[in-house]
C-alpha cells in the first residue's frame, strides 16, 4: 500500500474482483521486487484510479493494491546489457519498460514490464487516463487564475477607497472654496428676481433645445437617407436568416445524408460504395463548414447594430467561395450517379428512410444538393438590394460593388449548371411520387415534356370506346389519370391518398411502339348516338401501342378542352418523331455526323453544355440567332425540349418573319436545311449505299409504324382482282444501321403486306431494272389514303431498303432510268424530311402559341398564304397534306374554348350586390377559385420575360400580372373591410370563422393564391392588432390558419407550396409571386446576351421550365357554375377601404392601451 492505513478488508476484495471481471485493462505484466534485483511475473487489473495485483489470473484475493490519482506513468528505456549476464540481455529483446511514478513522499516509483509494445502503450495511455492528472493540471491552473482574480479585487478595492477619499477631500476643499468667494461678493437686492430669471431662461433654452433636437430627429426619420438606412438593415436582417436557414439545410444535408451513408458504405453489406458516396456529395461538408464560419461573423456584425459592416466579410468569402466550383462542374454527374444508386432496391429503402426523418421534412435528397446551386444567386439579389440602398460615397460602396461582380461571374456558370439538371431532378422528382417506382425516369437521357390530368376511357371487350358514359361524372372520377409525359415514354397513374401515384395497367407506354391517331373514327351510330354532350365531342384521342413482346392495346384519352387536346396530341407527335423521323435521317448521316464537328463542338458562334437533349445531342448553352435559326430546321434532329424553349423564347433575340422566313426557305430549299460540310460528306461519303440501302434488321419487330402522320398507302382501284396495298413503315435506327423494310409477299386475298413474311436478307442492293411499273396516276385523297396504280415486284427481288420503298411508294410518276432512281432517293429523303420539319414546327407554333397569329393578322395571313401553296405541290404526300390542311383549319376557325365565362362578362353584368352573410363559404370559396382563375389563365407568357413587372412602365409592359396583382390585393383589402366593419366583437369573430372556412375550401379546390390572398389579409397589422377579437376566436380555427399559413409560406422558396403543387392534379391556381420570385433568380447578374453577343440560350431554357408550369395550369379550366350575385360581391370595390382607412377602422374599434 502508499500509506499505512485501516482499511475494509471486504469491500477491497469485493472492488479487486470487480476490477478483474469489469476492469479497464487486465493482463499479466512483470513487477520489479523490491531489492530490485528480480521481476515477479504478476496479474494486474485497473479499476478507476484503482491498479490491483494478482498472484496470477486464477487469484482470488488481490495481493496489492496501488491508488493512482495524481500519478505519472511513462515509458522507459531498457536497461543497459552490460549489467546482467547472457540471459538478461537476451530478454531485453524482446521487453518493454514503463514506470509509474506517484506524488506522494516517499512513495517508490512502480516498475512494470511487458512483452509487447502495443500491450506496453496501451497499458501507459490506461494509467495515464486513470490517474485524473488532466484535471489535476486543470485544477491547478483554475486554483492560480482564481488567486490572481482575488488579487486583482483586492487591488480595485484599495484603488477605489483611494478615490473615494480623494473625491471627498475635493468635495470638502469645493465648500471652503465656495464660502471664501461669499465673503468677497457683496450682497443684491434682486438675488431673488435674478434666480427666477435664470430659472425661466435655463427652462426656455432647454425646451427649445429639445424641440429643434426633436425637429431634427423627426426630420431625419422622415428624409431618404434614414429610410435607406431602414432598409439596409432589413436587408442585412433578413440576410441572416436566410444565412441561418442555409447552414441548417447543409448541417440535414451532411448529418442526415452524407455520414449515415458513409457509415452504409463501411457495413458488411453496403449499398453503396465510398466512391459514390464522394461523388454524389461532392464537397458538400466543406461548404457547410464555410458557411458556419460566415453565419457566425454575419451574427457578430448584428450583434454590433447599428452600425453594420458586411465589406470585409464578403471579402472573406469571396476567396473560399471558389470551392463552389467543383460543386458546380460536378453536380450533373452527382445526380446521375444518384440515379444510378437508386436502382439498387437496398440503397433505395435506406434513401427513403434518411428521407422520412422529421428533420427533412418531406424533401428529398436531389431537394438539398440543389440547394448549394441557388446559395450564390441569393447573395448577389441581396449585394443588389444593399447597394440599391447604399449611398454612394458611403465606406463600403465598392467592396460591394467588387463582391457583387465577382459573385455574377460565379453565377453565370451556376445558372447554366442549374438550366442543364433540372431535367434529372425533376425525373428523380417524379420517380419517388410514384409508390411503386418507375425504372425508365432512372434514365437520365429522359426529358420531361409535360403533365396533366387526362380522362382514360375503358374500351369495351369489342376494342370500340365505350362513349355512352364519357360525360357521365362518375367516368370523369373513375377514369381520371395523372399522365406525364417524356421524349421516349408516357407514364399514367392514379392518384392517391397522401398525393402519391400509382401507375396503372399498361401505364408505361414506350413512344417507340406508338401510333397517334388525334381523330378516332368511329361508326356513324356511334359519332351520331353515342357521343354525351358537346363538352367531349372531339376532345379524344387515342395512343395505339404494339409492344415487342405484349398483346397490342389501345389507350384512349380525354382532354377538358380542345386547346389542351392540341398541346398533348402535339406534343406526343413531336415526341414519336423525335424518336423515329429523326432517328431515320440520324441514320442517313451516321457515318459523316461523327466528324460533324458543328455538332459538339464550340466555335465563335456557339458553345456546348455537357448535357445531351432527348435526340443524343448536346445542349446548346449559347448560340448567335443564326446557329439557333440553323438547329431548329436541321433536319438531322430535333428535340422536342429544344423547339419548346425556342418558341418561348424567340421574341427576345429574333422576330416571327424572321423565323417563318426560314421554314419557308428551308421548304423550298430542302438541301439548306443541312450545313454544307454535312452535306459534303453525306453525298462524298463512300457508305451511302449502305446508308440508304441498308442491311436489314435481324428481326421483324425492328420496324415500327410510323407515328404523327397516318401511315401511307398505296391501293389499286383499277382492278378489283389484283389490289395490293403497301404498307409503309418507318424503320427504327438500331444499332447504327438503317433498316430495311421487309420483303413484299402477296397473301391469297391479293394483298401484300410487310408483316405477313419476312424474306431472307441480302446485301445486295435494290435493282431499279426489275421494278415493273404499270399504269399510274397523280396522288388523290381517299380516306387518308393515297390512290395510285399496283406496282408489280419482281419474285426475285429480296429486300427493298427504306429509302427505296420510301421512293417508289410515294414518287410512282417519277418513271426514269435506274440510276436516277437511286440518285434521286438521297434528295427524295432530304425533301420529305424537310417538309416534314416545317409542318411540325408551323402545327407546334400554331396550336400552342396561337397568340402570336392573333395580334399579328399579317404574320397569320402570311403562314396562310405559304401553306395553301404548300397543297399545291404536285409532289406533296397524303399525310403531309392533310398535315397542312390542318394547320390552316386551326389558323381560321374560331377556337370555341371551354365555354366558360371571362372576367370582362363578369364586369360587365348588371345585377344586384348581396351582402357577405347571404353567401355560404362554399358559394364564397367556389366564386373566388373561379374568378382567380379567369384571371390567372390569361397571362400571356410574352410578360414572364424580362421582369417587365419591376420596371418604371410596368402598367405598360406587363399589365395582365398587374391585374392579377391587383385582383389580388383587392381580395384581400376586401376581406379585411368585411372584418372591420363590425362593432360588435363576437361578429368579428364570426366574419373571421367564416373567411378561414372559405380558405380551407379553397385549398382543397386547389386555389392557393385565393389561401394566400385570405392568410396575408388576416395577418396585416389592422387586423392582427385586434387582441379582444382574436381571444375569442375558437381553438380549431386558430389551428386551421396556422396550417394554412404553413402551406403558403414562402419558407424554403415557398417549399411546401411547391410541394402541394407537385402533388395535386390541375385545374389549380398556384401563387403567381412564387414564379415571379424564381424568374427574377434567373434574371438578376445573368443577361441575354454574353459579352460575345451570343444567346444564352441556357437562360431561355430555364425561363420557358417555368413557363411551361405556368401554362400547365392555365390551361385546365374549373368546371364552376358561375353565380353573379357572388361574384358580383366579390368583385364590388365601392365599399373596399384602403389600407390606411383600414388601420383607422381598426384604431376606432379596439383603441391603443397604454402599457
Not at 781 to 787: I, L, R, S, T
Not at 909 to 914: L, Y
Not at 1132 to 1146: G, H, N, R
Request: include cysteine; charge should be neutral; aromatic fraction near 8%.
Amino acid at each position: 500500500m502508499q500509506k499505512g492505513m485501516r482499511l475494509n478488508d471486504g469491500h477491497i476484495t469485493y472492488l479487486a474482483l470487480l476490477a478483474k471481471k469489469d476492469g479497464t485493462r487486465r493482463g499479466s505484466l512483470s513487477k520489479k521486487s523490491s531489492d530490485n534485483t528480480k521481476w515477479h511475473s504478476k496479474w494486474f487489473a485497473l479499476l478507476q484510479n484503482m491498479l490491483f495485483y494478482f498472484e496470477n489470473d486464477s487469484s482470488s484475493r488481490p495481493s496489492g493494491l496501488y491508488l493512482l490519482e495524481g500519478c505519472v506513468c511513462d515509458r522507459a528505456p531498457s536497461p543497459k546489457p552490460a549489467a546482467r549476464g547472457m540471459a538478461g540481455r537476451a530478454l531485453d529483446l524482446i521487453c518493454y519498460y514503463f514506470t509509474v511514478t506517484f506524488n506522494h513522499d516517499n512513495q517508490k516509483a512502480l516498475e512494470l514490464r511487458t512483452e509487447d509494445v502495443k500491450d506496453c502503450d496501451e497499458w501507459v495511455a490506461a494509467i495515464t487516463q486513470a490517474s485524473y492528472r488532466n484535471l489535476a493540471t486543470e485544477h491547478e491552473t483554475l486554483m492560480q487564475k482564481y488567486l490572481h482574480l482575488l488579487q486583482i479585487v483586492e487591488t480595485e478595492k484599495t484603488v477605489a477607497k483611494q478615490l473615494r477619499q480623494q473625491i471627498e477631500d475635493g468635495e470638502i476643499e469645493i465648500e471652503r472654496l465656495k464660502s471664501e468667494v461669499t465673503r468677497f461678493v457683496p450682497p443684491s437686492e434682486d438675488d431673488t428676481e435674478i434666480k427666477k430669471i435664470k430659472k425661466v431662461q435655463s427652462f426656455l433654452r432647454g425646451w427649445i433645445c429639445r424641440r429643434k433636437w426633436k425637429t431634427i430627429i423627426q426630420d431625419y426619420i422622415r428624409s431618404p437617407h434614414a429610410e435607406s438606412m431602414r432598409k439596409r438593415n432589413q436587408v442585412v436582417f433578413s440576410m441572416l436568416e436566410a444565412e441561418a436557414e442555409y447552414v441548417q439545410q447543409l448541417h440535414i444535408l451532411v448529418n442526415n445524408f452524407l455520414r449515415p451513408l458513409r457509415m452504409a458504405a463501411s457495413s458488411k453489406k453496403p449499398p453503396i460504395t465510398h466512391d459514390d458516396v464522394s461523388s454524389i456529395f461532392l464537397n458538400s461538408e466543406t461548404i457547410m463548414f464555410l458557411h458556419q464560419i460566415f453565419y457566425q461573423g454575419l451574427k457578430a456584425r448584428i450583434a454590433s447594430w447599428p452600425t453594420l459592416v458586411l465589406a470585409d466579410l464578403f471579402d472573406i468569402l469571396l476567396p473560399m467561395l471558389n470551392i463552389y466550383q467543383e460543386f458546380v462542374r460536378n453536380h450533373q454527374y452527382s445526380l446521375q450517379i444518384l440515379a444510378h444508386c437508386k436502382q439498387n432496391r437496398d440503397f433505395d429503402k435506406l434513401l427513403k428512410q434518411y428521407e422520412a426523418k422529421p428533420d427533412c421534412e418531406e424533401r428529398t435528397l436531389e431537394t438539398f444538393l440543389t440547394y448549394p446551386m441557388f446559395q450564390i444567386p441569393r447573395y448577389i439579389l441581396t449585394l443588389h438590394e444593399l447597394l440599391a440602398h447604399t449611398p454612394h460615397e458611403h465606406v463600403e460602396r465598392n467592396s460591394l460593388d467588387y463582391a457583387k461582380s465577382k459573385l455574377e461571374e460565379l453565377s453565370r456558370i451556376m445558372h447554366d449548371e442549374v438550366s442543364e439538371t433540372e431535367n434529372i431532378r425533376k425525373n428523380l422528382a417524379i420517380e419517388r411520387m410514384i409508390v411503386e417506382g418507375c425504372e425508365v425516369l432512372l434514365d437520365t437521357s429522359q426529358t420531361f415534356v409535360r403533365q396533366g390530368s387526362l380522362i382514360q376511357v375503358p374500351m369495351s371487350e369489342k376494342g370500340k370506346i365505350t362513349r355512352g358514359r364519357l360525360g357521365s361524372l362518375s367516368l370523369k372520377k373513375e377514369g381520371e389519370r395523372q399522365c406525364f409525359l417524356f421524349s421516349k415514354h408516357l407514364i399514367i397513374c392514379t392518384r392517391g391518398s397522401g398525393g402519391k401515384l400509382h401507375i396503372t395497367k399498361n401505364g408505361v407506354v414506350s413512344l417507340i411502339d406508338c401510333t397517334l391517331m388525334e381523330e378516332p373514327e368511329g361508326t356513324d351510330d356511334e359519332s351520331k348516338g353515342e357521343r354525351s354532350g358537346q363538352d367531349t365531342e372531339h376532345l379524344d384521342f387515342k395512343v395505339m401501342v404494339e409492344p415487342k413482346d405484349v398483346q397490342p392495346y389501345t389507350v384512349i384519352l380525354v382532354a377538358s378542352s380542345r386547346q389542351e387536346k392540341s398541346a398533348w396530341t402535339s406534343d406526343i407527335s413531336q415526341c414519336i418523331d423525335n424518336i423515329r423521323c429523326n432517328g431515320l435521317m440520324m441514320n442517313a448521316f451516321e457515318e459523316n455526323s461523327k466528324s460533324d464537328a458543328i455538332l459538339y463542338c464550340d466555335d465563335v458562334d456557339i458553345r456546348f453544355s455537357k448535357m445531351m437533349n432527348s435526340c443524343k445531342v448536346l445542349q446548346i448553352r449559347y448560340a448567335s440567332v443564326e446557329r439557333l435559326l440553323e438547329r431548329l430546321t436541321d433536319l438531322r434532329f430535333l428535340s422536342i425540349d429544344f423547339l419548346n424553349t425556342f418558341l418561348h423564347s424567340y421574341r427576345v433575340f429574333t422576330s416571327a418573319d424572321v423565323v417563318l422566313d426560314k421554314l419557308i426557305t428551308i421548304y423550298k430549299k430542302p438541301i439548306s436545311a443541312i450545313p454544307a460540310r454535312s452535306l459534303e460528306l453525306f453525298f462524298a461519303s463512300s457508305q451511302n449505299n449502305k446508308l440508304l440501302y441498308g442491311e436489314p434488321p435481324t428481326s421483324p419487330r425492328a420496324s415500327r409504324k410510323f407515328s404523327s402522320p397516318p401511315p401511307l398507302s398505296i391501293t389499286k382501284t383499277s382492278s378489283p382482282n389484283r389490289r395490293r396495298k403497301l404498307s409503309l413503315n418507318i424503320p427504327i435506327i438500331t444499332g447504327g444501321k438503317a433498316l430495311d423494310l421487309a420483303a413484299l409477299s402477296c397473301s391469297p386475298n391479293g394483298y401484300a403486306s410487310m408483316h405477313s413474311t419476312m424474306s431472307p436478307f441480302s446485301k445486295t442492293t435494290l435493282d431499279i431494272n426489275k421494278l415493273y411499273v404499270s399504269k399510274f396516276s397523280l396522288f388523290s385523297f381517299n380516306n387518308g389514303m393515297v390512290v395510285s396504280s399496283c406496282r408489280e415486284l419482281d419474285n426475285n427481288r429480296s429486300a427493298l431498303s427504306a429509302a427505296s420503298a420510301f421512293a417508289i411508294a410515294t414518287a410512282g410518276a417519277n418513271e426514269g432510268t435506274p440510276t436516277k432512281e437511286k440518285n434521286g432517293d438521297k434528295e427524295f429523303v432530304i425533301r420529305r424530311a424537310a417538309t416534314n420539319r416545317v409542318l411540325n414546327v408551323l402545327r407546334h407554333w400554331v396550336s400552342k402559341h396561337s397568340q402570336d397569329f392573333e395580334l399579328n393578322t399579317e404574320l397569320k395571313m402570311r403562314v396562310i398564304g405559304f401553306l395553301e401553296e404548300v397543297m399545291h405541290d404536285p409532289e406533296l404526300l397524303t399525310q403531309e397534306r392533310k398535315a397542312a390542311a390542318n394547320i390552316i383549319r386551326t389558323l381560321t376557325q374560331e377556337d370555341p374554348g371551354d365555354n366558360q365565362v371571362t372576367l370582362e362578362e363578369i364586369t360587365q353584368m348588371d345585377c344586384k350586390t348581396e351582402p357577405f352573410e347571404s353567401h355560404s363559404a362554399l358559394e364564397i370559396a367556389e366564386q373566388l377559385t373561379l374568378l382567380d382563375h379567369l384571371v390567372f389563365k390569361v397571362i400571356p407568357y410574352e410578360e414572364f420575360f424580362g421582369q417587365g413587372w419591376m420596371k418604371n412602365d410596368k402598367n405598360e409592359r406587363t399589365p395582365y400580372i398587374m391585374k392579377t396583382t391587383k385582383h389580388f390585393n383587392d381580395t384581400s383589402n376586401r376581406i379585411a373591410t368585411e372584418i372591420l366593419q363590425w362593432d360588435d366583437v363576437n361578429m368579428r369573430v364570426a366574419v373571421i370563422e367564416k373567411w378561414v372556412a372559405v380558405a380551407d375550401i379553397c385549398r382543397c379546390l386547389h386555389n392557393y393564391n385565393a389561401v394566400l390572398e385570405i392568410t396575408s389579409s388576416l395577418n396585416r397589422s389592422s387586423i392582427f392588432r385586434l387582441k379582444k377579437t382574436w381571444l375569442k376566436v375558437s381553438k380549431q380555427t386558430k389551428t386551421v390558419i396556422d396550417k394554412l399559413q404553413k402551406l403558403v409560406s414562402s419558407e424554403g422558396r415557398f417549399k411546401n407550396l411547391r410541394e402541394a403543387l407537385k402533388n395535386c392534379d390541375p385545374p389549380c391556381v398556384p401563387y403567381l409571386g412564387m414564379y415571379l420570385t424564381d424568374l427574377a433568380f434567373i434574371e438578376e447578374g445573368t443577361p441575354n446576351y454574353t459579352e460575345d453577343n451570343l444567346v444564352n440560350f441556357s437562360k431561355m431554357r430555364m425561363i420557358s421550365h417555368i413557363i411551361r408550369e405556368i401554362r400547365q395550369f392555365q390551361q385546365t379550366a374549373y368546371k364552376i357554375d358561375y353565380q353573379p350575385k357572388v361574384a358580383k360581391y366579390l368583385l364590388d370595390s365601392s365599399t373596399v377601404l384602403d389600407e390606411e382607412s383600414l388601420y383607422e377602422a381598426s384604431l376606432r374599434i379596439e383603441p391603443k392601451t397604454s402599457s
